[in-house]
């Protein structure tokens, strides 16, 4: 934390003077010379690096652990001042995980419906396993496993419309690719969107298709071809810790909205993704009409 404090602070003084880019290195080299970070803009600090410091302070006074006040004499007493600030503090960073998810989580839950409105084939067979799995009453992690095809649904609409247009990375070692060479510490800007459309990755990645991730289909892809969260392992990569939550929060909503309603997209909707969006969403928006199932009728005798 305390080297990327000095890294804004060094940029902020660079532009401030007029320079375009960032500062040099501590070992005097020019700052063309060396892999250079995205340039900020002279005046814009405020916009561009306040939210980074306001971050940075938040998550050191939610893991530091507190200093009890003078007045608390005894050990117990003082015990009980830290477990509640530390539990206050974890609250904190449980709010702060499910307001990050927020948005993410309701164009996802847009890009669902939207896509099970053009797929009827596809939303009835799921429709039809959540009618058979969980038609009623609370929902379970354990039953949301039985949900094969709700499953694969949710993972191919995470492959299928990305959560964020691009991703940054810095690079941990000398990268090369074809004639390129990208050194250890550059900035990288990845499209997760151009990942998730490779041929060269997924057999024809334009078609939306959640069949991909059912049975011996879903062996067969990497971890680092499937990027809505991060690359790479769950258990060892730098993944979103909403990641989880997500998609959790997504099958939940979906078998509500299976179970109890009906919807259809109007007409003349400019549907494509807009990527110049922080989160891609369809143009136009989406408008849908939707209406409550009728409940179907018991026999007279029963």
Known sequence: ?????????????????????PAGRDDGAEADAWPPRPPRVPGQYD???????????????????????????T???????VAEAVGEALKREVLLMFASIEGPLKVLLVDTAMILAQHDHILNTVRDEVLRVSPTGPLTLDLLDQMRHL???????????????????????????????VPKGWLVLSSIAAVHNDIALWTDPKKFDPARFEGDNSKEISP?????HGGGETSSSHRCSGENVTTVLLKAVMVYLLREYEWTLEEEQVLD???TKIIPAPT?????SIKKKEKEETEADD
């Open 224 to 228: 680092w071809t499937l990027l809505p």
């Open 47 to 73: 916009e561009q690096g306040k939210f980074i410091d306001d971050a940075l302070t938040f998550l050191v006074e939610a893991v530091t652990k507190p200093e009890p006040p003078a007045d608390l004499k």
């Open 273 to 275: 993704l807009d990527y």
């Open 1 to 21: 934390i305390a080297e990327v404090d000095e890294m804004l602070a060094e940029d902020q003084a660079y532009a401030d003077d007029g320079h375009e880019g």
């Open 151 to 181: 499953h694969a649904l949710t993972m191919e609409v995470r492959r299928y419309f990305p959560i964020f247009a691009l991703q940054y990375f810095r690079t941990a070692q000398d990268v090369t690719i074809a004639e390129y060479t």
């Open 284 to 288: 136009s928006g989406v408008n849908v």
């Open 75 to 81: 050990t117990a007493d003082r015990d009980k001042f």
